[in-house]
């Protein structure tokens, strides 16, 4: 029975085919555009998810002098260490400071500028990037950098790049320059769902003078509390202003940053509301829209379905032959809607300003979702 089924659901197909094909291509283009949104919103709200110390970040801002009621994410070098000393509840603290550079040079071949971060040693404490190949003591030298791979497969293909050279024109002052010769010490692997993008990392406490920075704090910690001792005891600000202490949740709000870093991920509220209510619209419309070319075509079926039951068919069998009619075409859609998927993530990427792979969609977080869908 169930081949006599087939052979009937594919026979109606090709009777029916501008019915077959409009209600699948809908279909797919619902469930492609459904799960890239889904995927979006999904993605933002795991930003650090696998991150073991997440809930114990601490993001600093302070006022900034200049403009009256906001807030600059800064503390200046030797503050984060003065702190430590004072409040037994800080278990570490990590500052974030790039730098302007001209040009890179590598293999003799000038190239642009990438994002190289001055961090300190505890770096990895916060951020659980596993290296490719390399260690961690790159950070005792800091003539060494640590290199993201992606960076690393543009600069050397995929010869190993330890102890290969990279030059750099560094800007120092309004119009000088400075040349540095960073030696690879290591690679990181790729990491999905980062609130730090970087392409190098170096560690080079002489040449810090302050920046973003992240404290580590038990996760029960009162940071309100903290916040008004930091103000009591008046630690070193910008002309006078006091500290503020977010969470890592807030620390990736838009809504809570007036500064953009490029080496920050920054959580778009509003797109992401945006995108979810998208998402369920076009979900909703693609599934009307299938339900009705279906509903069109099983009533033009009908005399043939009384047909069948006068051959013998049961009423049992005129169901599955129904359901194994939407179960296929749904299938044939969603097989469709994932290479679709595939094809348009690129330029999906560039529109809403994110970076994640095709893997991503296969992942324990996602694709339980979108087989949901």
């Given amino acids: 029975m169930f081949k006599t089924a087939l052979k009937l659901i594919f026979r109606n197909w090709w009777r029916n085919k501008t019915f077959t094909l409009i209600s699948i291509l809908s279909l797919t283009v619902g469930i492609a555009c459904t799960a890239l949104l889904i995927s979006f919103v999904s993605y933002e709200y795991g930003i650090e998810k696998d991150n073991p110390n997440r809930d114990k970040l601490v993001w600093v801002m302070q006022d900034m ?7 600059v994410a800064y503390m200046r070098s030797g503050v984060p260490e003065q702190l430590q000393e004072k409040y037994p509840e800080m278990e570490g603290f990590l500052q974030l400071n ?4 001209k040009y890179i040079e590598v293999n003799n071949q000038h190239l642009e500028p990438m994002e190289i971060l001055n961090v300190d040693a505890s770096f990895p404490e916060f951020f659980p990037f596993e290296l490719l190949y390399g260690s961690w003591n790159a ?8 290199l993201s791979e992606k960076q690393a497969q543009k600069f050397f293909g995929n010869e190993n790049a330890l102890g290969k050279q990279i030059t750099v024109c560094k800007e120092d002052g309004f119009s000088s320059e400075k040349i540095i010769v960073y030696t690879v010490g290591a690679v990181t692997k790729s990491r999905t769902q980062s609130a730090i993008i970087f392409d190098g990392l170096v560690c080079d406490p002489e040449n810090n003078w302050g920046g973003p920075t992240l404290l580590m704090m ?3 910690t009162d940071r309100s509390r903290f916040e008004e001792k930091v103000k009591k005891d008046r630690i070193p600000t910008l002309a006078g202003g006091q500290y503020y202490f977010y969470s890592f949740d807030q620390s990736i ?3 809570y940053n007036q500064q953009q870093l490029n080496y920050w991920h920054y959580k778009k509220n509003s797109l ?9 619209l076009v979900f909703l419309t693609a599934v009307f829209n299938y339900v009705n070319m279906s509903f069109s075509r099983v009533l033009q079926q009908v005399k043939a379905l009384h047909t069948q039951k006068l051959m013998g068919a049961r009423e049992s069998d005129v169901r599955i ?3 194994a009619d939407t179960f296929l075409a749904v299938l044939i859609s969603f097989v469709l809607a994932i290479l679709m998927m595939h094809d348009l993530l690129p330029v999906f990427n560039q529109v809403v300003s994110v970076d994640f792979s095709p893997g991503y969609f296969y992942s324990k977080d996602f694709y339980p979702i979108l087989i949901l869908f």
């Fill in 98 to 101: 790039s730098f302007g550079m």
């Fill in 65 to 71: 002098p200049s403009y009256p009621g906001e807030k």
């Fill in 139 to 146: 950070f005792h030298n800091p003539q060494s950098i640590v």
């Fill in 272 to 280: 992401l509301l945006v995108g979810l209510i998208s998402a369920i």
């Fill in 218 to 220: 038990p996760v029960h």
């Fill in 321 to 323: 032959q129904i359901f």
């Fill in 253 to 255: 709000s838009s809504t």
